[in-house]
């Protein structure tokens, strides 16, 4: 009775402290065509068998609408979830006006009636919106990101959300908002983080371009970026929706591109993260972009483009005191200047993306041509840089030539960690005691 009930206490324990882990999932390829089940299922299939990790079984969308559709149809991802078993960070897109946010909606309701439990039970979350708040700030207003949405609107969206699933299997689900940390930061947006229930956050030190953003920075100016976010939440859950640093592309300011980059922003941010916080990366795939964040290449293969195993990062129960020992050699990799379609949502693009309008309802949406960057402006995309590094794996490189492509519209291993054993052996002596 005692080992039945220590063992019951030491499950929900690991519930309780085990968090969602995944990838951002646009609803086009790099060439602008869509995505259908098929392309859906081969990457959250390769997801959930990244060598060196585990556990990486959920995903974030952009919108509930199917790309290339002339009608409200839900998303070809749910039925790729429902057969993969990956759980769904709902996205409804929210800067397209009222017209469009209807129809995102009705497919969400759809989805629900189509699809039943086998649907609800995978959605851990809402978000409405993707950095709306960004594009109508001076930031996003000068990088001409296109169209985003007020405090006001994003309420009124939240609140028709909360009115469209009540009743339903999704009634009760928790629903978030995302935007940059800059944008939370923003007292004049507070109207935002009371009406939802938790704040997504996007930061990229590698876009913050008018700061020492060297990789030697990128984990110092994340963890200032989520700090604000969690002034801004006050004490409501924040998730980290988007962050990455690239494998390839220019040169930002001191920041370089390149695998062994890559590979230690993993390290100092996303290791110390895992299992403790929601944790949502840019991005799995994105081949063929410049910049490109993608975490395995053209061939969609489960072997990573860097070390993704966490296995000599050393961590702390404070998540920001994790330090990375990892060292390695090698070149990073070149790249030519290119768009990067990964997210659409009613004709608008998603993070580090473009995308052409396509019809919902009655008309078509097209999406505004803005400069490239999450959180800060970055040119037009130049081409990529090549060079080689050493020991811990940065370096120097000189620009390729390529020719520039049309600005683009800036969105946007399940570890057991020490504290978690701690906590339970904590936990299980206590019992024992008694």
């Known amino acids: 009775m005692r080992s039945s009930t220590v063992l019951a206490l030491a499950a929900s324990l690991s519930s309780a402290l085990a968090q969602l882990q995944g990838f951002n999932y646009g609803a086009t390829h790099t060439d602008g065509s869509f995505k259908f089940q098929a392309d859906y299922e081969k990457e959250f299939t390769v997801a959930q068998n990244l060598v060196g990790t585990e556990g990486w079984n959920a995903a974030r969308l952009y919108t509930m609408i199917q790309g290339g559709s002339s009608t409200n149809e839900p998303t070809q991802a749910i039925p790729a979830a429902i057969k993969t078993k990956t759980k769904l960070l709902l996205g409804l897109w929210a800067s397209a006006g009222q017209g469009p946010f209807d129809a995102e909606i009705i497919a969400l309701k759809a989805a629900i009636a189509q699809y039943g439990t086998a649907f609800t039970s995978l959605v851990v979350g809402i978000s409405v919106g993707s950095e709306d708040l960004y594009r109508v700030s001076p930031i996003g207003i000068a990088a001409k990101s296109g169209y985003g949405a007020n405090p006001d609107t994003l309420v009124k969206y939240i609140k028709s959300t909360r009115a469209a699933i009540s009743g339903t299997g999704l009634s009760g689900a928790s629903i978030g908002h995302v935007d940059t940390w800059t944008a939370w930061d923003n007292s004049s947006n507070s109207a935002v983080a009371s009406a939802v229930d938790w704040l997504g956050t996007d930061a990229y030190p590698y876009f913050q371009s008018t700061m020492s953003n060297g990789i030697g920075s990128g984990k110092a100016l994340f963890a200032e970026a989520l700090a604000k976010t969690h002034a801004a939440a006050g004490g409501k859950d924040v998730w980290i929706t988007e962050t990455g640093w690239p494998v390839s592309g220019p040169t930002q300011n001191l920041a370089i591109a390149g695998t062994n980059e890559a590979e230690k922003y993993w390290d100092d941010v996303a ?120 020991g811990s794996g940065s370096g120097s490189g000189s620009s390729a030539s390529a020719t520039p492509s049309t600005p683009i519209v800036g969105s946007s291993a399940s570890i057991m960690k020490g504290s978690f054993i701690a906590a339970l052996s904590v936990a299980v002596a206590a019992f024992v005691a008694l």
């Open 271 to 390: 290791c110390p993260h895992i299992g403790k916080t929601n944790l949502f990366w840019y991005t799995l795939f994105d081949s063929g972009s410049s910049p490109s964040f993608g975490v395995v290449g053209s061939d969609l293969s489960t072997t990573p483009l860097y070390d993704l195993s966490c296995d000599n990062v050393s961590n702390t129960t404070s998540s920001s005191s994790a330090t990375a020992t990892k060292t390695g050699s090698g070149s990073s990799s070149s790249a030519t200047g290119g768009l990067t379609p990964s997210g659409m949502g009613n004709g608008v693009a998603g993070a580090n993306s473009t995308a052409s309008g396509f019809a919902t309802g009655t008309g078509s949406v097209s999406a505004p041509t803005g400069a490239a960057g999450n959180n800060y402006t970055s040119p037009a995309a130049p081409g990529g840089t090549s060079g080689s590094g050493s």
